[in-house]
């Protein structure tokens, strides 16, 4: 059996991981429904971060995990300046969710803005 859970009941905080999280869940439950494989989104999108987190952490010691930089794989150089690294981390991420998306023959634009953004 596979259960399929989002919101802070699986640990994540914030109403934008809720909804990222619902929208997941539900969307791997109708591909289940359909015989499909579930989606598992690249660790460099906060999603895929998030949901890595939470598969991956250690029960013992498991803490409800908000959104953060500080989940995503590092940069591969070092990146000065917030605004400069921040923008790193999102090029790369779309540019993943692009190959991922193409890989798999899924069109992004059904994919909602909180999960692409």
Not at 3 to 29: C, H, K, R, S
Not at 91 to 115: E, F, G, T
Request: proline letters at 9%; zero cysteines; aromatic letters at 6%.
């Amino acid at each position: 059996a596979t259960l399929l859970a989002a919101g802070q009941l699986v640990g994540t905080e914030g109403y934008t991981a809720a909804v990222a999280g619902g929208w997941l869940a539900g969307t791997n439950a109708a591909r289940l429904a359909l015989g499909q494989e579930p989606l598992r989104l690249p660790v460099t999108m906060m999603l895929g971060a998030l949901v890595d987190f939470i598969t991956s952490a250690e029960p013992k010691h498991f803490q409800p995990m908000p959104p953060n930089f500080g989940i995503l794989p590092p940069l591969p150089t070092k990146v000065r300046g917030k605004k400069e690294r921040y923008g790193q981390y999102r090029d790369r991420a779309l540019s993943d969710l692009d190959q991922w998306a193409s890989d798999r023959n899924l069109a992004l634009h059904h994919l909602p803005l909180s999960v692409i953004a």
